[in-house]
């Protein structure tokens, strides 16, 4: 198999554990810090489960991004909205996905109080499964809507 191909593959599926991972990061936060649960071993793992996810598809997407991928190592002019979105879009968009991921959890471990840890990985793990939703509907929505326009 071709590496792009392979790298590709493993990127693409991956956002599915990345979905799931936040959805069960989300919900465990959302209810330990409403509810006023302590942070137990269960959080701690749910959230750096979702970090390693995270990183792997960061270092995935670099790989692609820079040595790979024909949308963003070669020739394609700019004006091209798929090289647009992936030069542009995709890769700042999912960095700040990751970025807020890792600040969430970092803040996280560095709060005292079991409600302050599930604050704040409720408040950036939330803003990050938005701005993850918003470049992933881009691409879904805007860009599938354009192909089936013009081609
Ligand atoms: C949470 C983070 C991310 C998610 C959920 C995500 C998701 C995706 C998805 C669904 C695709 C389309 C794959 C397909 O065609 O089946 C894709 C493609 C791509 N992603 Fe990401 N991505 C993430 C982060 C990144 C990052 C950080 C980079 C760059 C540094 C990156 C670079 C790329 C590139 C270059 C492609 C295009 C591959 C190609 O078709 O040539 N991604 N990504």
């Not at 996905?97 to 970092?106: D, P």
Request: aromatic share 12%; net charge positive.
């Amino acid at each position: 198999m071709e590496l792009h191909t392979l790298l590709n593959s493993l990127h693409s599926y991956n956002r599915y554990l990345i979905i799931v991972a936040l959805f069960w990061v989300i919900f465990r936060s959302w209810s330990g810090w409403m509810g006023k649960k302590h942070y137990v071993k269960a959080d701690n793992t749910a959230s750096l489960v979702l970090l390693i996810l995270a990183h792997l598809q960061l270092l995935l997407g670099l790989i692609q991004y820079f040595f790979t991928s024909a949308y963003t190592t070669g020739g394609m002019p700019i004006s091209d909205p798929w090289v647009r979105y992936f030069k542009m879009e995709h890769i700042s968009g999912m960095i700040l996905a990751v970025v807020l991921i890792q600040l969430g959890r970092t803040f996280a471990k560095k709060a005292h109080l079991h409600e302050h840890k599930h604050k704040k990985t409720a408040l950036y793990t939330t803003a990050a499964a938005i701005v993850i939703t918003a470049i992933l509907a881009m691409k879904g929505l805007f860009l599938g809507t354009l192909a089936s326009v013009t081609g």
